[in-house]
């Protein structure tokens, strides 16, 4: 029996956001404090020349009910900083059903909540996300994701967004699939108003490599970004670069200490095109 490769909900191969570099400007302090086996609380600091300082807390709990080698729940994520407190839910009723909850508050009022509940059968997975959305009175937006395994190696589905609010309604359709070969992937997801396409091969433990364009048809713009990362565990150091046809280039460099759970970070971003160039360094403990 065949089981759905993936869900529909996400713009790229899934591998494709981890390979990119995520740059920062300034500097960056992190403290993760482990204060039970269940239980973690972290702090981080972030500075720069364009803005003041800010300081977040956080803290995760992960619940004793074990579905996997790597998966417990219940998981709750929080983090407060800026005036703002987020928080995520996330649980999984069995091993088919999972449900997630994410709610942001600012100045004593919901700037932002988000509901999703998602089925994954034998050979399919279906999902429903409904955001600032309410039954009682229709307003926000409703997105059902659906995919099919078409072959082991293929699955074809569809996205379909319905938004109430402003005297207005929209409905989008995406249609997308995947192909999933070993360690190469391949995505495709088209709809109105954009179109991402999406490639993503693992040449060997120490080196990823991934492809991604993008057009948005109301910018009337595409772009298209080759990234690479490169883990070097000898030197424990881990190394993730980009680069883009709006003549973006990024990199960044984590380094790790055996001796000590501590890890040091440097970032970089120039675009030549803009004349633009930002730097960042961070620091982790823990």
């Given at each position: 029996v065949r089981e759905a490769v993936v869900s529909t909900?996400?713009?790229?191969?899934?591998q494709t956001k981890e390979v990119f570099p995520t740059p920062f400007e300034g500097c960056k302090f992190s403290?993760?404090?482990?204060?039970?086996?269940?239980?973690?609380?972290?702090?981080?600091?972030?500075?720069?020349?364009f803005k003041p300082p800010a300081y977040k807390f956080g803290a995760t709990y992960v619940g004793a009910t074990k579905l996997g080698p790597n998966e417990q729940y219940p998981v709750l994520i929080s983090e407060y900083g800026g005036g703002i407190v987020q928080f995520q839910a996330?649980?999984?009723?069995s091993k088919q059903v999972q449900a997630k909850a994410v709610v942001h508050a600012t100045d004593k009022t919901w700037s932002m909540y988000q509901g999703d509940i998602g089925y994954k059968g034998k050979d399919f997975s279906v999902q429903l996300t409904g955001v600032n959305a309410s039954i009682i009175n229709p307003q926000?937006?409703?997105?059902?994701?659906?995919?099919?395994?078409?072959?082991?190696?293929?699955s074809l589905g569809?996205?379909?967004?319905?938004?109430?609010?402003?005297?207005?309604?929209n409905a989008a359709l995406?249609?997308?699939?995947?192909?999933r070969d070993g360690d190469t992937e391949f995505m495709v997801k088209?709809?109105?108003?954009?179109?991402?396409?999406?490639?993503?091969?693992?040449?060997?433990?120490?080196?990823?490599?991934?492809?991604?364009?993008?057009?948005?048809?109301?910018?009337?713009?595409?772009?298209?970004?080759?990234?690479?990362?490169?883990?070097?565990?000898?030197?424990l150091s881990k190394f993730r670069g980009s680069?883009?046809?709006?003549?973006?280039?990024?990199?960044?460099?984590?380094?790790?200490?055996?001796?000590f759970p501590f890890a040091f970070t440097l970032s970089g971003l120039l675009n030549h095109k803009k004349n633009q160039a930002k730097f960042g360094i961070g620091f982790t403990i823990g």
């Open positions: 909900q996400s713009t790229g191969p899934r403290w993760n404090k482990m204060i039970t086996e269940r239980f973690q609380a972290s702090h981080s600091i972030m500075m720069s020349s996330i649980h999984s009723f926000g937006i409703w997105v059902a994701h659906y995919l099919q395994s078409v072959t082991d190696k293929l569809g996205e379909l967004l319905f938004q109430h609010g402003m005297g207005a309604k995406t249609l997308g699939g995947r192909f088209t709809g109105e108003q954009s179109t991402n396409i999406g490639f993503y091969v693992k040449g060997n433990e120490q080196v990823e490599c991934a492809v991604e364009f993008e057009y948005v048809k109301q910018m009337g713009e595409s772009i298209t970004t080759f990234g690479y990362c490169v883990d070097l565990p000898k030197g680069i883009d046809t709006d003549w973006s280039v990024a990199g960044v460099l984590e380094k790790r200490f055996e001796a």
